[in-house]
């Protein structure tokens, strides 16, 4: 499995650091079965704009951006499984996958009705926005809270990419103009 497959797998599950769970629920962090659950609903959100960005990019760089999201989250969701198989684990919704694919949805109907550099500039600024955020919660939530050693492991090892794709996303950022 390449290092963009596992830091795109944990990118799915960082994305909670905007979308925690209510403060008491903060205090003591997610379990394994939630946070195996979050990183299957950010990965598909992420699926979802990635789709609609190889669609309405109107750069090639955008559209194979979208493309690279598409193709790696899927693959993550499809590791994540087989994880969560392997080890017994139900995953279980929780207030942060809710919000995870609540902010999903009103991304996209936010996206469905921008086109050209204004869809673009739209696009990579929420992916810039969402890698951030997936960065800060393995930092401050998923590594602290995750207690079972291969997720915990998978979780350390997909940081270093996550970063790689915030800074990708940054450039297009730039490339575009703020």
């Not at 969701?77 to 694919?101: G, V």
Request: charged share 25%; glycine share 6%.
């Amino acid at each position: 499995m390449s290092k963009a497959f596992q830091a795109t797998a944990l990118c799915a599950a960082l994305f909670t650091a905007g979308f925690l769970p209510p403060a008491h629920a903060q205090q003591q962090g997610p379990n394994d079965a939630q946070i195996a659950h979050i990183v299957v609903t950010a990965d598909q959100v992420d699926i979802d704009a990635g789709k609609v960005a190889e669609k309405k990019g109107s750069t090639d760089d955008v559209r194979k951006f979208g493309k690279q999201m598409v193709t790696d989250h899927t693959s993550v969701n499809q590791q994540a499984a087989a994880l969560a198989k392997k080890l017994k684990l139900k995953p279980e919704p929780n207030d942060t996958s809710a919000s995870l694919k609540k902010g999903g949805d009103e991304n996209l109907a936010k996206l469905k009705d921008l086109k050209g550099k204004e869809f673009d500039k739209a696009y990579v600024d929420n992916e810039v926005t969402y890698h951030q955020a997936v960065i800060d919660a393995v930092d401050k939530t998923l590594l602290p809270s995750a207690k079972n050693p291969e997720l915990k492991s998978l979780i350390e090892k997909v940081r270093p990419t996550l970063q790689a794709h915030l800074e990708h996303a940054q450039h297009l950022q730039a490339q575009l103009g703020k």
